[in-house]
């Protein structure tokens, strides 16, 4: 089945610093989309991408759709400790019985103040 | 919107026993997941239901799972009977259509014992 590599698994920064991790999948993807997870909670969306080459920010954070379909990679800006967590890719494609998320295993982010 | 509720947050159960999860998607979507998430395997779908009808349950581990959606705003995921390898979080997620971003609930925490 389709596999999503996520880098790296685990970062530990100093606050202020940038961070970028990324995703590559096996196979092609017609959306992605990027996820965080605090302790105890769910997966809450971040942000879609639903083109190939597409750039798109959400404050600090900003992501990429690769123009091979099969990556994508999340940047954050001068990280804070609210950004510690688990931020998790996952990748869609959909139409006909088919439209579910596949997750990669998630990067958990630690910010050092 | 309350977003999606799950309940119960906690389930400590023993070996054998029943369990049900259950879940009340945002109204207005069309399009309900049931996942499971633990530390080897990370996110995995169990099963999805588009307008109440199960549509892919090739994630289901076996025949001691099952996963109903009598309405569109009511769900349950039961395990019977129920073993030590089925502890983890499990999740419910729903989407207003497919390639949308899914909203997750915050998860039950299950302990079989």
């Known amino acids: 089945g389709q596999q999503l590599n996520q880098s790296p698994q685990s970062m530990f920064i100093q606050e202020g610093e940038d961070v970028s991790m990324n995703c590559t999948s096996s196979s092609i993807f017609n959306t992605w989309l990027w996820y965080k997870q605090d302790p105890g909670e769910g997966p809450v969306l971040l942000i879609a991408?639903?083109?190939?080459?597409e750039l798109t920010s959400n404050g600090r954070l900003t992501a990429q759709f690769g123009i091979t379909r099969k990556d994508s990679f999340l940047n954050i800006s001068a990280s804070i400790p609210s950004d510690v967590g688990i931020y998790f890719c996952a990748g869609m494609n959909y139409g006909g019985s088919q439209g579910n998320l596949i997750f990669g295993k998630g990067t958990k982010l630690s910010v050092k103040p | 919107d309350a977003g999606v509720i799950q309940s119960p947050r906690h389930e400590v159960t023993e070996m054998g026993q029943e369990v049900t999860l259950r879940c009340k998607p945002i109204?207005?979507?069309?399009?309900l997941f049931w996942y499971r998430q633990t530390m080897m395997r990370g996110l995995e779908l169990l099963i999805y239901?588009?307008?109440?009808?199960?549509?892919?349950d090739s994630g289901m581990p076996e025949d001691r799972f099952s996963a109903k959606m009598p309405n569109a705003s009511f769900s349950t995921l039961k395990i019977q009977p129920s073993e030590p390898r089925d502890s983890a979080v499990y999740f419910c997620a729903s989407s207003p259509r497919q390639g949308n971003g899914y909203t997750f609930g915050s998860g039950t925490r299950l302990t079989v014992v």
């Open positions: 991408l639903y083109k190939a080459g």
């Open positions: 109204s207005g979507h069309d399009y």
């Open positions: 239901f588009n307008n109440n009808v199960p549509i892919d």
